[in-house]
């Protein structure tokens, strides 16, 4: 969606939120990236992969379900933490780089 041209800040925009058109793999990613967050602000969902399952039932019953493995959920999961944390640290008005690879499969 951003290599499309969308700035990140429409979405904080709820306007321009309303009528973005999310595509089935930006809709999966923020589906895993909200399980994610709601563990760290309340408990852990359990089993991720079952919780993610059920969850994207809900959200669109022909997704293809994506399924981690034990080590790749504890790796996110610990991954974020840092992040949060770094991000806690930060002074007010600053702001955090988030650098990636992506692993073609």
């Known amino acids: 969606m951003l290599n499309s041209g969308m700035d990140i800040k429409d979405f904080e925009d709820r306007e ?5 058109i999310i595509t089935d793999e ?9 399980l994610f967050l709601m563990e760290i602000m309340q408990e852990s969902v359990g089993d991720f992969n079952k919780a993610t399952e059920k ?4 959200m669109s019953p022909s997704s293809i ?3 981690l493995q034990t080590e ?4 996110i999961r610990n ?6 944390s770094e991000w ?4 007010a008005g600053e702001t955090m780089n988030l650098l990636y690879n992506i692993k073609n499969q």
Request: hydrophobic share 45%; charged share 25%.
């Open 16 to 20: 321009k939120r309303k009528g973005m």
């Open 65 to 67: 379900v994506p399924i």
């Open 72 to 75: 790749e959920i504890g790796a």
């Open 55 to 58: 969850a994207f039932v809900n």
């Open 79 to 84: 991954y974020l933490k840092e992040l949060i």
């Open 26 to 34: 930006a809709g999966s990613a923020e589906n895993m990236a909200n």
């Open 88 to 91: 806690e640290k930060l002074p």
